[in-house]
């Protein structure tokens, strides 16, 4: 873009060039010039003294400057015409001495050459201008363009990403890696009878590495990498999409063996009829078109198409079928060694101290995914780099742990006694009953300072990665959350608003329990909830898949689930109502209070005060299995 732009600034300048030099031969000439009617009044006022006159140039000298010159010259049109009108004149000015001098010496004339060239020379140049411009106008009107895929010719910073700046994703690389090699060597897929997969769809939650996945194929592949977002198809008016979707694949098919990079595959993707707009809903035909494209008459020799997304369950069947999208690859949360490596990877360029293990980061980070890990180490880089200091240090991972996952620490916030009280006792309540509860996670800190928008956190960390989640364990959860609420109508004689979040989580958790996970006996192993999708059109069309009875059971048996949790959570913490207000009287005293102090307390040992407040307390004991 700057190229062509400087380019064109160089030709507007030897246009304009051109142009003054023309002028510049026509109606000028060396020396100080003057105009032909201020001739004639020079010879009348007596100021010429003497002049020389050779074919058409005529060269004055005068009695006073003129412009600060006293010889002037000025080019005359009709050299016999004027020496016809000045005739008497001079004869009469040279036989009073005025006119001392003069001389005329005959010119060559003007011929039909001398006529037509500035002509012929000014019309090209207006011709090569008019050219120029209509070009242009024609490149830059946007509704030329306006059919025309926006997609990015490899990588967009022109950094180039390969499988090692890739970590935690071993079994997607290998994957992706088939896909290089037989853009690299088809032959030794084409003898076998295997032919090249047309689409490969990666899926996964936010932050997993889809898209730099897909960046680490272009920089390990030897061939053209086109990649465009979604969005980028979708426009207000008709047609506009498909016609994209055609300039793309068109694109690709010219520079063959090529790469398509679609990210937000959803965007373009979803199923078809579920909007308002019928058949002829722009979406829709955008999608026809890329469905033709990836699998129709046409062949695409040597075209791959790479797409991403974070929700397959919304996109159309057709688009997934083999044919179009062969594979999907899931990009899945990084298990505890694909966090290390993760961390390895950020780690690069940043000066860490000699306390700070990433293999314990990454046991305490457990569902963290590539993004927040990349981000825990940022937003410490940055704590340390505020208060000028020239390593991270594991005080810096821990408080960028707690900003990530709670906010900021808001030490300035003046609160009443009353409230701190109120806080100490709600998280005291969450972290007992954490305690009692066998298959909870393990309670890491407790602090009654404001972050974000809570007044008091409790951390519970697991100990070790778990994929699945068993009835009992999501039935612990509900008591755990519960914890905060029960402690403060036993306690304080009151409730607040405190424990709303604590209160939607539960109620949540115990829905998807009863009526999406079948963990209901008088519901039975049935799943009455999809998947959360909301499509409006068919929304519209569809029916609950369920009777108005089976609607009541769910609510009834959501209550009961409730019910039964706060009960549990309401003997738990009777029954160590003592241990609880030891915690809450040293967290009015100290703010908060480490894991190992609550275990401590919780044990009845004594709470040591130079104990570490870090939530990666813990974590450096565990031995790999």
């Known amino acids: 873009m700057k190229s062509k732009r400087t380019l064109s600034i160089l030709l507007y300048l030897v246009i304009l060039a051109a142009v003054l030099s023309m002028l510049s031969g026509i109606f000028s000439s060396s020396g100080n010039t003057i105009a032909y009617s201020r001739v004639t009044e020079l010879f009348k006022a007596e100021q010429v003294k003497s002049f020389l006159l050779q074919g ?16 002037v010259s000025t080019t005359l049109g ?235 369950d919304i996109l159309d069947p057709a688009l997934l079928r083999p044919g179009r999208f062969d594979r999907q690859i899931h990009v899945g949360r990084p298990d505890v060694r694909g966090r290390e490596e993760i961390l390895k990877v950020h780690a690069r360029g940043k000066k860490l101290d000699d306390t700070v293990s990433l293999k314990t980061i990454a046991r305490a980070t457990s569902g963290f995914t590539g993004a927040d890990l990349s981000n825990l180490l940022n937003e410490a880089a940055i704590m340390a780099a505020r208060e000028d200091r020239p390593v991270l240090s594991m005080d810096d991972l821990n408080e960028a742990m707690m900003k990530i996952t709670a906010g900021p620490a808001k030490r300035s916030r003046v609160a009443q006694r009353r409230d701190l009280k109120c806080t100490a006792i709600h998280e005291a309540g969450h972290a007992v009953a954490m305690y009692h509860l066998p298959t909870h996670d393990p309670v890491r800190h407790i602090t009654i300072i404001p972050r974000g928008q809570s007044l008091g956190s409790t951390w519970s960390l697991p100990q070790d990665d778990s994929s699945n989640m068993t009835r009992n364990e999501m039935y612990e959860q509900i008591v755990s959350l519960l914890g905060g609420r029960v402690a403060e109508a036993l306690f304080i004689g009151d409730i607040s608003v405190g424990a709303s979040n604590d209160i939607d989580r539960a109620t949540k958790l115990a829905k998807d329990m009863v ?24 929304d519209y069309q569809q029916t609950k898949s369920y009777s108005e009875a089976v609607a009541a059971t769910i609510d009834e048996e959501v209550k009961l689930l409730i019910d039964k949790a706060y009960d549990h959570c309401k003997q738990l913490l009777e029954e160590h109502s003592g241990k609880l207000h030891e915690v809450v009287e040293y967290l009015l005293a100290n703010e908060s209070m480490s894991g190992e102090q609550f275990a401590a307390c919780m044990e009845g040992r004594e709470i040591a005060e130079c104990s570490s407040t870090s939530l990666f307390d813990g974590f450096e004991e565990t031995t790999e299995e």
């Not at 005529?58 to 600060?68: A, I, Q």
């Not at 999406?516 to 059109?537: H, P």
């Open 56 to 71: 058409d140039q005529l060269t004055m000298e005068l009695y006073s400057p003129y412009n600060g010159k006293t010889t």
């Open 78 to 312: 009709d050299p016999e015409g004027f020496l016809d009108e000045m005739e008497q004149l001079l004869q009469q000015q040279s036989e009073s001495g005025i006119l001392t001098a003069y001389d005329i010496v005959a010119g060559e004339g003007w011929s039909a050459f001398d006529l037509v060239l500035p002509l012929i020379i000014a019309g090209l140049v207006l011709l090569f201008a008019w050219a120029l411009l209509m070009g242009r106008m024609n490149s830059g009107n946007p509704l030329n363009n306006f059919g025309k895929a926006r997609t990015v010719l490899g990588v967009p910073d022109d950094r180039k990403v390969t499988f090692d700046d890739v970590a935690g994703a071993d079994e997607e690389k290998q994957e992706l890696q088939e896909v290089v090699d037989f853009l690299r060597n088809p032959d030794k897929f084409t003898q076998i009878g295997a032919r090249i997969p047309h689409g490969m769809l990666l899926v996964g939650p936010p932050g997993t590495g889809k898209t730099l996945l897909a960046r680490a194929v272009a920089g390990e592949a030897d061939v053209q990498f086109l990649s465009i977002s979604g969005s980028d198809f979708v426009e207000m008016y008709v047609g506009v999409g498909a016609s994209r979707v055609r300039d793309l694949f068109d694109q690709a098919k010219k520079i063959a063996p090529a790469i398509i990079f679609i990210d937000e595959i959803d965007a373009v993707g979803r199923k078809r009829g579920s909007g308002l707009g019928g058949g002829h809903d722009e979406k829709e035909q955008t999608l026809n078109q890329l469905l033709v494209e990836m699998d129709g008459f046409s062949k695409n020799e040597g075209v791959i198409v790479l797409a991403a997304t974070n929700r397959p």
């Open 515 to 538: 009526a999406r996970y079948g963990m209901c006996e008088k519901l039975g192993t049935v799943s009455y909830l999809d998947g959360g999708e909301v499509f409006i059109g068919r």
